[in-house]
């Protein structure tokens, strides 16, 4: 799987946050390490849907069922 970038991570922080606050680069890769897993996950639910549907497409229906399923 993909990594996804630090830089993005503190990106969205500072954009987020009152002026002042850094986040450290150990910080944004354990959140980067955490929405990798995340995304593992969804990913593995939503083909299993789409083979039990006998569609080759996953749909954004497969995504929202994992929201309903588990949460956010």
Known sequence: ????PTDSIK???KSRSNPGIIISDAA????AKMLEKKA???AKYAVQRA????SGTI???DI???KIR???
């Open 1 to 4: 799987m993909g990594r996804i």
């Open 11 to 13: 990106k969205i922080i």
């Open 28 to 31: 944004a890769a354990s959140i």
């Open 40 to 42: 593992e996950r969804i």
């Open 51 to 54: 083979r039990k549907r006998k």
């Open 59 to 61: 749909t954004e229906e």
């Open 64 to 66: 929202d069922s994992y």
């Open 70 to 72: 588990f949460g956010d």
